[in-house]
């Protein structure tokens, strides 16, 4: 048998419960359904109900008692009292104890009691409930009034309005939260609070397995009209050789009489171009993350992902795919002012620049550690720095000897110290010194030798760029002998051609941004980068390119220089997030022509690479809340050398899922 404290403590199955409701009346000899005399199940009905009128019967004893005693006492004739209707609810756990109840099971009074701890403990989880939802709506509403610049009172005289009177007469200052840190902030405390409401069952339980979850895919897309337009002075006599393309292809003969590729500086070009770039990051677990992204472009080019519609083979020819980032990072920390991260693979730029230095689109090779940590109330110093794999010599170079060459691999080591610095509630800025090495870089020298066709390397063939655009001074690679078999120097001349300086960049880049006038951010931007490895006297010995017109010892004089710097200014808001929101900006820019690698720097401007001064003006409207519509137009001078002028004009669509 089992007893009501077995009921209580939840110690029975259920099947019990129903056994027993169909047991107690044939336990009194009475069939099942058969009728009760009403005197007597009324007696029972109110025995169990405590609001009942006494009326002197006594107390209804528990299951075991009437089983074992009750029953015998019971005349043949008379049958067991069959419970009355039980109460109803909506809850279904109080009618089932209701039923235990009308059942003669359970006692109205622990009934009661029962009903009442559950009620509490309800009452106790909607509490802790409502309170989190709460904070949720609090953190909401001062994020919301932050932005709106409205004051919210959370009493004790604490205002988000800076200057709001405190009831105790003191003034209260939050600290001002720029735009972008604004965006930035939403979208973590949505992410925190998403997973949290997931995890602790707030919301709907997930519908994605957990693998799935790991996973966030981004994806943009552009097309954008552009024009380059050629001033009709500039020099198209063959001053402008495109050294990429001899580098890329067979070495140039330069005793013969054609002309080696030559760079258009003469006749405008039209063209629309696409960009599509798609990718996915993965949270492995305990600070690891993994990423990649796929993207378009007319070639493997470093600083582009465009792709000309209509080019590479036309026809509606397809178009390709490269693998654009592919890394491994391990992060500390987490918050948008105190991280510590080291990347491994194909990753973005991990350095504070502009594009004077690193184009916007390039990736970098290798490894790299970001670290940033706040000092008192106004600094956040940061660092980072690397290393990076420029170029790898071939396996098996040369390719056509038994006996190969030596390795010419190329490194770039980098280091960046900066700060963010919080000048007043209204007023912050940006600042860092960088410095980068590039080991190897520069072209060498070959070993003296005669090269019999096109295809006999020099032993530093490899020391040539894999990439460049234009603007940087080149020097022949190839030391040639003249004997007979190439005419004493006058034919089979097959030259490569190098770098003619090494480069360290010594680099300063700032930024000053104003938000007084919320919530437009005005910005103040500039860069300097200076070749701390230029020498013009040894450079003036073996450059072939960007000469002037003056002439010192029957040679052209050489005018490269090694410097550059970017002043520009920017207005508008510092995200469109919404249709209407905008953004304008204008600059100035003066780039010599070994100041920095013309491989790697902006590749828009004057055609992209260096020796190039100018301007640009532009700007973008938000048309939804992810796509907006930008233009720019740019117009550049050549520094050194003979005349070149252009100008480029930019209409583009960008969207973003």
């Known amino acids: 048998m089992f007893t009501k404290n077995s009921i209580l403590t939840g110690r029975i199955p259920l099947v019990s419960l129903c056994c027993a409701a169909f047991t107690l009346p044939l336990m009194a000899g009475q069939p099942v359904g058969t009728d009760l005399p009403?005197?007597?199940?009324?007696?029972?009905?109110?025995?169990?109900?405590?609001?009942?009128?006494?009326?002197?019967?006594?107390?209804?004893?528990?299951?075991?008692?009437?089983?074992?005693?009750?029953?015998?006492?019971?005349?043949?004739?008379?049958?067991p009292p069959i419970p009355g209707p039980a109460k109803k609810s909506p809850n279904v756990t109080i009618n089932l104890i209701n039923r235990l109840v009308a059942k003669g099971i359970l006692e109205q009074a622990e009934a009661d009691?029962?009903?009442?701890?559950?009620?509490?403990?309800?009452?106790?989880?909607?509490?802790?409930?409502?309170?989190?939802?709460g904070a949720v709506q609090q953190i909401a509403t001062v994020i919301t009034n932050q932005q709106l610049g409205t004051p919210q009172d959370f009493g004790g005289g604490i205002s988000l309005a800076p200057g709001f009177a405190a009831p105790d007469g003191e003034e209260v200052h939050v600290t001002y939260i720029p735009e972008n840190v604004k965006a930035e902030l939403r979208e973590q405390i949505k992410q925190e609070l998403l997973s949290q409401a997931k995890n602790e069952k707030w919301l709907a339980p997930n519908v994605l397995p957990d693998w799935a979850e790991r996973f966030k895919l981004f994806a943009?897309?552009?097309?954008?009209?552009?024009?380059?337009?050629?001033?009709?002075?500039n020099d198209n006599t063959g001053a402008f050789p495109n050294f990429n393309a001899i580098n890329t292809g067979a070495p140039f003969d330069v005793a013969g009489t054609q002309f080696s590729p030559q760079l258009n500086v003469d006749q405008d070009r039209q063209r629309v171009r696409l960009r599509l770039r798609l990718g996915l990051t993965a949270d492995m677990g305990d600070g690891f993350t993994g990423g990649l992204r796929i993207a378009t472009g007319d070639s493997?080019?470093?600083?582009?992902?465009?792709?000309?519609?209509?080019?590479s083979g036309g026809n509606f020819s397809k178009y390709?795919?490269?693998?654009?980032?592919?890394?491994?990072?391990?992060?500390?920390?987490?918050?948008?002012?105190?991280?510590l991260s080291l990347s491994i693979g194909r990753f973005d730029n991990p350095f504070f620049s502009t594009d004077v230095v690193w184009d916007e689109d390039i990736g970098f090779d290798g490894?790299?550690?970001?670290?940033?940590?706040?000092?008192?109330?106004?600094?956040?110093?940061?660092?980072?720095?690397?290393?990076?794999?420029?170029?790898?010599?071939?396996?098996?170079?040369a390719s056509n000897q038994p006996a190969k060459f030596a390795s010419d691999d190329k490194w770039l080591y980098g280091a960046q110290l900066g700060t963010n610095w919080k000048i007043t509630k209204d007023l912050t800025a940006k600042v860092a010194g960088a410095y980068y090495y590039f080991d190897g870089i520069e072209g060498q020298l070959s070993d003296p030798y005669t090269p019999l066709s096109s295809s006999d390397a020099g032993n530093t063939d490899a020391t040539r760029p894999s990439f460049a655009q234009k603007g940087n001074t080149y020097m022949a690679l190839r030391n040639i002998v003249p004997n007979a078999s190439n005419n004493f120097g006058t034919t089979n001349q097959y030259q490569y051609f190098g770098l003619a300086t090494p480069f360290e960049n010594f680099v300063l880049t700032g930024r000053l941004d104003y938000n007084g006038f919320e919530p437009f951010q005005v910005s103040l931007i500039g860069e300097y980068a200076k070749n701390l490895a230029f020498d013009q006297e040894a450079i003036n010995v073996k450059a072939i390119n960007n000469r002037g017109s003056t002439t010192?010892?029957?040679?052209?004089?050489?005018?490269?220089?090694?410097?550059?710097?970017?002043?520009?200014?920017?207005?508008?808001?510092?995200?469109?997030?919404?249709?209407?929101?905008?953004?304008?900006?204008?600059?100035?820019?003066?780039?010599?022509?070994?100041?920095?690698?013309?491989?790697?720097?902006?590749?828009?401007f004057g055609g992209g690479g260096t020796n190039v001064k100018g301007f640009t003006i532009g700007g973008s409207v938000a048309i939804s809340p992810?796509?907006?519509?930008?233009?720019?137009?740019?117009?550049?001078?050549?520094?050194?050398?003979?005349?070149?002028?252009?100008?480029?004009?930019?209409?583009?669509?960008n969207g973003k899922f």
Request: net charge negative.
């Open 300 to 311: 493997n080019s470093p600083t582009s992902t465009n792709q000309s519609l209509g080019s």
């Open 552 to 604: 010192t010892g029957g040679l052209t004089n050489y005018e490269g220089g090694d410097t550059a710097w970017l002043v520009g200014i920017k207005v508008g808001k510092a995200v469109l997030e919404k249709r209407g929101d905008w953004t304008f900006g204008i600059g100035y820019r003066y780039v010599e022509s070994d100041a920095v690698v013309d491989g790697f720097t902006d590749s828009d």
């Open 320 to 339: 390709a795919i490269w693998l654009d980032r592919a890394f491994l990072k391990y992060e500390i920390g987490g918050l948008p002012d105190k991280n």
């Open 113 to 133: 009691e029962m009903i009442s701890q559950a009620e509490d403990d309800a009452a106790a989880a909607r509490a802790e409930i409502e309170v989190t939802q």
């Open 626 to 653: 992810r796509v907006n519509f930008g233009v720019r137009w740019m117009s550049s001078d050549q520094i050194a050398g003979p005349p070149l002028k252009s100008d480029t004009l930019m209409l583009e669509i």
């Open 220 to 233: 943009d897309i552009r097309t954008r009209y552009q024009g380059d337009f050629f001033n009709d002075g």
């Open 367 to 397: 490894v790299a550690l970001q670290a940033k940590y706040p000092v008192g109330k106004n600094f956040v110093p940061f660092i980072a720095g690397g290393a990076f794999p420029v170029y790898n010599t071939d396996y098996n170079f």
């Open 38 to 79: 009403l005197p007597l199940g009324e007696s029972l009905l109110a025995q169990n109900d405590p609001t009942a009128p006494a009326t002197g019967t006594p107390s209804t004893p528990d299951v075991q008692a009437a089983s074992a005693e009750v029953v015998p006492s019971i005349p043949p004739q008379v049958a």
